[in-house]
């Protein structure tokens, strides 16, 4: 008797609420289910919209309040369907929100195994990277890849912005891993963007610092002192090795002096290698 009369008491309230908002249309509706295994509990349905503060619903669930928190969830220290803020589309869930037991604000997908996350004191949001997460690591080749690749300058339709990027069809040809695959043809909506391919610019510089990595050691440059410049090329084209200020189309610095080809060999000079004769002029001579 007594649940009856706090159902009853409960519905009356919300009842008043909504009319007091100008929702008397609404249908509400309070159930109580007993026994059940965590005791009594109450499921409140609305058929169209629920407004919580403020003066008017614009959405299924609409709150305001001013002076505190709109919405608090709390309890949810451990990722999973029962915690945080789950997202649903055509009743699956997509996407869950929590607060995980780091105290990390954590956004994942529906299998809770991917995501993105952002720390206490932190500005920008982070991915997990750990080693201990990875499998089937293997290094990855940069340069090979880059013949095609092209950066572009471009206007977006929805709102004319000029923007810079790549295209995600034609950066597929080449870092596949870097781009999320959409659907063919022509774009339902250009505001929604659904079915539209995406490019994961946040993991470029990976890839960019790989590419670097990769001409250092082409042109031997990985071991070359700080206090020296191993190889030059100004803006005119000028190419200088042992200086940063060649005055021609080539300058070499820094050749061995031998005075003749056995003598370069007895110093230590292989086939092939440079140096000079050290007279006036000094011709360079190629060991043999």
């Not at 519905?11 to 509400?28: N, P, T, W, Y």
């Not at 020296?228 to 090795?241: K, M």
Request: with cysteine; net charge neutral.
């Amino acid at each position: 008797m007594k649940r009856a009369l706090k159902a009853l008491l409960v519905s009356q309230f919300f009842i008043v609420g909504l009319l007091s908002l100008g929702f008397a249309e609404e249908k509400l509706t309070i159930t109580t289910f007993y026994p059940s295994p965590y005791g009594s509990y109450d499921v409140l349905y609305v058929k169209s919209r629920l407004g919580i503060g403020g003066t008017s619903a614009t959405a299924s669930l609409y709150i305001y309040d001013e002076n505190s928190s709109a919405l608090l969830v709390t309890d949810s220290n451990n990722p999973s369907a029962s915690s945080g803020i789950n997202m649903y589309k055509s009743g699956n869930r997509k996407f869950i929100a929590v607060v995980d037991g780091g105290e990390n604000y954590v956004i994942l997908d529906a299998e809770l195994d991917n995501g993105v996350y952002i720390t206490q004191n932190s500005n920008s949001w982070a991915a997990g990277s750990d080693a201990r997460l990875k499998k089937n690591v293997q290094p990855i080749s940069v340069l090979n890849r880059l013949k095609d690749y092209r950066a572009v300058s471009f206007d977006w339709k929805t709102n004319g912005k000029k923007d810079i990027g790549v295209i995600a069809q034609e950066f597929y040809q080449l870092f596949p891993e870097l781009v999320d695959k959409g659907s063919e043809g022509e774009l339902s909506s250009l505001k929604i963007k659904e079915g539209a391919w995406g490019v994961h610019y946040d993991r470029i510089g990976v890839v960019a610092l790989q590419g670097v990595k990769e001409i250092s050691t082409v042109l031997g440059l990985q071991n070359a002192p700080t206090t020296q410049a191993a190889l030059t090329v100004d803006a005119l084209g000028n190419v200088g090795i042992g200086t940063a200020d060649p005055k021609s189309k080539l300058q070499v610095v820094g050749l061995p002096v031998y005075a003749n080809n056995a003598a370069a060999i007895a110093g230590g000079l292989t086939a092939g290698a440079f140096y000079r004769t050290g007279g006036d002029p000094g011709p360079v001579c190629v060991v043999h």
